[in-house]
């Protein structure tokens, strides 16, 4: 809660200046060829892994979040997505053959993949650094330029990422506008939502990705939405408790709960509901909270948005009127008294349907369990929510885990673990419901970033060309109707002999081309017709 320092407010003029320089650079850009673009990401590489130390405590400054949240949620998943990029990028960027077809047996199909142009992206808080290099080394790697607009509430950082970047452009040949930046609030957002950006993705609240769905309509601007999460994390009563605590404390209290495929909903067997509090109660009560730039480390940091802490206490506190158990936690503290927007790790047990938290994302340091008996009813409580982003199962048999996690409406399943679909650069990220549509990451998100452009040509060019049948040449014959009933038999007829009597007719058609009336009875032609 300190001021760190100024930054402008774009005005919607600024934000249209800034997409037109990232259109000039992007004519040159997309020429580049794939080891340009790979030698521009091990440049970023290479400058992430020898200041690690130094983009974490940006990112801590900026964001509250302790260096090892950092280090996990910051820096490795991005030198993972770097790596992937580098290794597989241009196979699944490189023209694609497709098979042809019946009718087009003669033809060889593909798919290319076109760079987009300028890709607009729009950005949480919550991973300052993650959020920004995401979308710019894929976006980069597809062969596009990219204009992003950082939250308000982490901005800050974007001084010491961004000269990063523009010497990593420079390092690397690249046009140095190939980047832009956008500071300033939800107008700026909308200016580059309908600013003529080729695509757009969004990353931040279902309530704004409405907002940002209704405007790119105008423009009919495609957009990747990727909003809020409440992800299932589900216990059954074999599962390796041992495992399961430790991973579960990680996915309620990372990043101080602030992360959109966070565990939030914690569904556990009955037949351990009493040993798994048991575990976890006094290790969330001993968790250290505090400065993560201070000298002692900390487990748990601060609260970036204003007001979060406020509004994350009055899920609990609704819940507590409403039935659930508080065994951790729970009690708000001023930002004076607490030395910043701390909120506790909070326990809350018996969470059920009819509390807000059961409905509403937290986005904050909760873990709320629930108990259940059967796979149904997990099933069914799990997917009693309006999001669906990512979900964990842990169980004694993997067959079980994969079979509850088969019927989860979510877009990611971890089995017997949390997060790592997230880790596995090559799998696509985002949900279903109000979690958001399309994906970003993976080989998906990656080709989403291009115009997926069909192109056919002939096979055997010199051996054979497309030419018009003489029945439907203009004039078309009076026989026209009955060759294309024959070439349909002939091609689709369900089995041989159909398609014989197809062959048949047809021929009959271009050898009698005044017979059409009898010849082509009986081939292709339905008994109902
Ligand atoms: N699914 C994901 O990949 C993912 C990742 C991280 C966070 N999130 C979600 O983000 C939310 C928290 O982030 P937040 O509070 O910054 O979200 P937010 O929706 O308030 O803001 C996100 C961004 O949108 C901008 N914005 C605000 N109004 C706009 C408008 N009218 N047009 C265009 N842009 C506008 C903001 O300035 C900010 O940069 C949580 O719901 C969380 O689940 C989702």
Redesign the pocket.
């Known amino acids: 809660m300190q001021l760190l320092g100024h930054l402008p407010a774009m005005s919607a003029a600024e934000v249209k200046a800034r997409i037109a320089r990232a259109r000039e650079a992007s004519k040159v850009w997309r020429r580049s060829s794939f080891s340009q673009r790979r030698k521009l990401l091990r440049i970023l590489l290479k400058f992430i892994v020898e200041n690690t130390e130094t983009i974490c405590r940006v990112s801590a400054r900026d964001s509250g979040k302790p260096l090892l949240d950092a280090i996990v949620g910051e820096v490795v998943v991005t030198c993972e997505k770097i790596h992937w990029l580098c290794k597989e990028g241009e196979r699944y960027l490189r023209p694609e053959s497709r098979s042809s077809g019946i009718m087009s047996f003669y033809k060889a199909a593909r798919v290319e993949y076109i760079p987009l142009g300028v890709v607009g992206a ?6 300052p650094f993650h ?1 920004v290099l995401n979308p710019l080394t894929a976006a980069l790697f597809a062969g596009n330029a990219l204009v992003i ?5 982490a901005s800050w950082s974007t001084g010491y990422y961004g000269r990063m970047i523009s010497s990593a452009l420079a390092a690397a040949g690249a046009p140095s506008d190939l980047v832009q930046i956008v500071t ?7 200016a ?2 309908t600013g003529g950006v080729d695509k757009v993705i ?8 409405k ?2 769905m209704r ?1 790119a309509a105008d423009t009919l601007t495609p957009v990747v939405l ?4 409440k992800d299932a994390f589900i216990v059954t009563e074999d599962a390796d408790l041992d495992q399961v605590v430790q991973i579960s404390l990680k996915a309620a209290y990372l990043n101080c709960g ?4 966070g565990g939030e909903r914690f569904f556990v067997h009955d037949k351990v509901y009493d040993k798994f509090l048991e575990r976890v109660t006094p290790l969330i009560r001993n968790l250290r909270q505090g400065n993560p730039l201070g000298p002692q480390p900390v487990d748990c940091g601060a609260m970036c ?1 204003p007001g979060l802490a406020e509004k994350v206490h009055g899920l609990v506190e609704d819940a507590v009127a409403r039935g659930a158990l508080l065994l951790a936690g729970g009690k708000l503290r001023s930002a004076s008294e607490a030395g910043g927007q701390f909120y506790p790790p909070t326990l809350l047990a018996d969470v059920r349907p009819g509390m807000k938290i059961w409905e509403e ?1 937290v ?1 904050g340091p909760v873990m709320s369990v629930v108990r259940w008996s059967t796979d149904d009813e997990v099933v069914a409580l799990a997917n009693d929510c309006p999001f669906g ?1 990512g979900s964990s199962v842990f169980a004694g048999s993997q067959r079980r885990a994969r079979a509850i996690a088969s019927r989860l409406e979510a877009g990611m399943s971890a089995i017997n673990d949390f997060g790592t679909t997230y880790m596995c650069q090559s799998l696509p ?3 279903v419901k109000h ?2 549509f399309d994906r ?1 990451a993976g080989i998906e998100g990656l080709r989403g970033l291009c115009v997926p452009k069909s192109v056919c040509e002939d096979r055997f060019p010199l051996l054979m060309k497309s030419s018009i049948p003489p029945p439907w040449e203009f004039p078309v014959k009076s026989n026209a109707v009955a060759f294309g009933r024959s070439l349909v038999a002939m091609f689709y007829g369900p089995g041989l002999i159909y398609q014989a009597a197809g062959l048949a007719a047809l021929l009959h058609c271009l050898v009698f081309p005044g017979a059409h009336g009898k010849t082509a009875r009986g081939a292709g032609k339905s008994k109902a017709a």
């Open positions: 729009i950005v949480p808080w919550n991973y959020n607009k950082v939250s308000e509430h300033g609030y939800g107008e700026a957002g909308n580059l939502v969004f990353v931040g609240s279902t309530q704004v990705g907002l940002v405007a990727e909003l809020g999460g602030q992360n959109c495929a948005m994302e986005f982003l990220f985002g949900g979690s958001g970003f």
